[in-house]
């Protein structure tokens, strides 16, 4: 049963039909999704989702697609959600878990929103997908199209790490490297888009493509037994996922799924690439554009249009917002590793090093029930820490040379 | 075609019933600002949907100079010298 109504901007209000379209005649405002949420309220019960498949698609009653529309789904979502102790006492937090989306499909949360764009796209008749990306959103879009038998088209900065470039070209899709920053690349998908007509998924499909995000609150709620945390950390990159996850622990409190209780939001930037903390922090009004400058490339994004969004949320949660250095990245990264056994890209240790200032600074209280959002599998960035590791202890195939080195001598 | 004197001017889709469907016109060199009073003269309704009453840009249109975001420029103060491409873009980003 889809509830969908149709679009709606999310500046002006103005309604619209649902068509492949992100922004506003009228404001040229972005254009978000409407549902029918008194009939979900009357039609859909907890049980519902419980009853569904073991992916983000048992919450379809609150993703953008129809009752007909052919579902692209490699198997994304419902990832753990783990009780991270280990990490807790590292940060001086109590009650610390992590939503780990390390271990999606192509191995990050991109499969989310890719799943619900891509199956849009099926559903407007699109014959072609395509995208601006970091790197993450690449290889998502690349897999999907190819689970969906579609061509696709991929926008990637040439200076794009090479694990993400392998693991989006893996999947036959068309790679366009892009001598620029993500900045250029998206601006240059948006004049694509204008003029080949082609589905871009964060484009000109993007009103359904963010509305995947907010699976990662629905199952972090479902997993915590249906409540909602007390304080969230998300990456910030364009500002989607931190305001689609308030949305989504939102949508579930208002619907009685969840009890209503303050939910504070915080974000997470790098030092490098930080507009909407830098915006926090110094009390603005709005973001304001910076040049990217970071080893977080899948944060890279120095314009973010969801800025404000995230700003706001963040703002009116009474969350806070942080930024790290390359180095605490880095740090960051290590940590989950050595603390809780999960390997993140960087934009992780971004959310962790971004975590421990938070709770240092006393944003995060000691008592709050936490959960980090790790967004990306560190295979993606490997080259940021092969220096730091400590090197393998090289022997002869003996016992003696074993013992040798056990004991400090060298073999 | 646009003479190498004018200033290219890119219009995005949801701009072009006002332009008669072109994705592309001229205008004359001079300020940013001073570009977009020039286009409401030859498409009228163009200013009031890029600007807000008190003439600033609105929240959500990006304008780019020769590929640089005039914010990182002198805004709409911005000097377009002739054959500068200006392109108009409703703001989005992803990842």
Known sequence: ?411 | MAARTDVIVRIPSPLRPLTGGQGEVSGKPGTLRALIDDLERTYPGMKSRLCEDDGTLRRFINVFVNEEDIRFLEGLDTALEPGTRVSILPAVAGG
């Open chain 1, 1 to 411: 049963m889809s509830y969908l109504l149709g679009l709606r901007c999310r500046a002006c209000g103005r309604r619209s039909a649902l068509a492949p379209v992100h922004v506003c005649a009228d404001c040229l405002g972005p254009l978000g999704v409407e549902y029918d949420y008194a009939a979900i309220a009357r039609g859909v019960r907890r049980a519902d989702f419980s009853a569904g498949p073991t992916s983000m698609w048992r919450y379809r009653a609150l993703l953008p697609v129809g009752d007909d529309t052919p579902i692209i789904d490699l198997g994304t979502g419902f990832t753990p959600l783990l009780r991270a102790d280990n990490l807790g006492r590292a940060l001086g937090l109590k009650h610390v878990y992590v939503k780990n989306d390390a271990v999606n499909p192509t191995y990050s949360f991109k499969d989310r929103v890719v799943s619900v764009a891509v199956s849009a796209a099926l559903e407007f008749g699109c014959s072609t997908v395509a995208c601006a990306s970091t790197g993450n959103l690449a290889a998502s879009v690349a897999a999907h199209a190819a689970k969906a038998n579609l061509p696709s088209y991929v926008f990637i900065p040439a200076d794009l790490e090479p694990a993400k470039v392998i693991n989006t070209a893996i999947y036959g899709t068309n790679l366009v490297s892009v001598r620029g920053s993500y900045d250029q690349v998206n601006r240059l998908c948006s004049e694509v888009a204008d003029a080949f007509g082609w589905a871009f998924v964060n484009i000109n499909l993007r009103p359904f493509y963010a509305e995947g995000s907010k699976t990662l609150a629905y199952e972090t709620a479902e997993q915590l037994g249906w409540r909602a945390p007390d304080h969230v950390v998300a990456p910030i990159a364009g500002g989607s996922v931190l305001t689609k996850i308030a949305k989504g622990f939102s949508e579930f409190r208002d619907l009685g799924f969840i009890p209503a209780r303050a939910l504070r939001v915080s974000g997470a930037q790098a030092a490098g690439c930080a507009p909407v903390s830098l915006a926090f922090l110094s009390g603005a009004e709005h973001v304001s554009p910076v040049r990217a400058n970071t080893i977080a490339k899948s944060l890279a994004i120095g314009n973010p249009a969801d800025g404000d969004f995230a700003l706001r949320t963040i703002r009116e949660s009474g969350g806070g917002a942080e930024m790290a250095t390359d180095e605490e990245i880095i740090a960051g990264m290590q940590l989950l590793a050595s603390t809780e056994g999960i390997f993140a890209e960087t934009a992780g240790g971004v959310t962790v090093a971004c975590a421990r200032k938070l709770a240092a600074s006393g944003r995060i209280d000691p008592e709050e029930l936490v959960v980090l959002y790790i967004t990306g599998n560190g295979l993606k960035t490997p080259d940021v820490v092969t220096s730091l590791l400590a090197p393998a202890r090289e022997i002869e195939p003996t016992l003696e040379a074993f013992e040798q080195t056990m004991a400090g001598a060298v073999a």
